[in-house]
């Protein structure tokens, strides 16, 4: 297993992770199999910023939709450890050990040094997975056509011939008058 982000995105982690300090910062990474396409922040609910972080279910029931709108899922989550090494805390590893085996993502930052791992956490396992740098370009996935949109679509063709006709009927000239 491992994740794939563009230089852009992980200016952006690094970016959020910096302005949060000395506060921990909190996020969803989204995208496509192994490619994360967005990041999204959240805000870090804990009831100490400094030693922890939580993304509420209440975040996520705003944003999965939305995600799976464009066809993209969730693919991770992210979060700081301000001054501290970019390893999952115990408390990460009893607390993140939630059944959905989607990796998290660490930034440590510390005297404006970065550094980032990338963890999955499971049955109270730990095991590091690979953090890959590549800027080609992935293949975003063609808007979803829904039922909707394709009725929609039906709908305008319809319209439109039905109109065809219309016009067409009123250009006919007047019936010749019989003798
Ligand atoms: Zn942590």
């Keep these: 297993m491992r994740l794939i982000i563009s230089h852009l995105l992980q200016s952006e982690l690094i970016h959020h992770a910096k302005t949060g300090y000395p506060h921990e910062v909190c996020g969803l990474l989204v995208g496509r199999g192994e490619h994360i396409l967005r990041v999204i922040p959240t805000e870090n609910h804990a009831p100490d910023t400094q030693r922890g972080f939580l993304i509420s279910t209440q975040d996520l029931n705003i944003h999965l939709p939305q995600i799976r ?47 980032i791992k990338a963890w999955l956490i499971h ?3 730990v095991d590091p997975i690979e953090w890959v740098i590549g ?7 063609a808007p979803p056509t829904t039922s909707a949109q394709r009725i929609a679509f039906l709908w305008s063709i319809g319209i439109s011939l039905i109109l065809l006709l219309i016009i067409a009927l009123t250009l006919l000239p007047p019936a010749p008058k019989l003798p």
Excluded: C, K, M
């Design 69 to 115: 709108a464009e066809g993209l899922s969730l693919i991770g989550f992210y979060h700081s450890h301000p001054d501290a090494p970019a390893i999952p805390s115990p408390t990460d590893v009893r607390e993140l050990d939630n059944g959905l085996q989607l990796p998290h993502v660490v930034l440590s930052i510390s005297h404006h040094q970065v550094h």
């Design 123 to 125: 049955h109270g396992q």
């Design 135 to 141: 800027d080609a370009a992935p293949i975003l996935p």
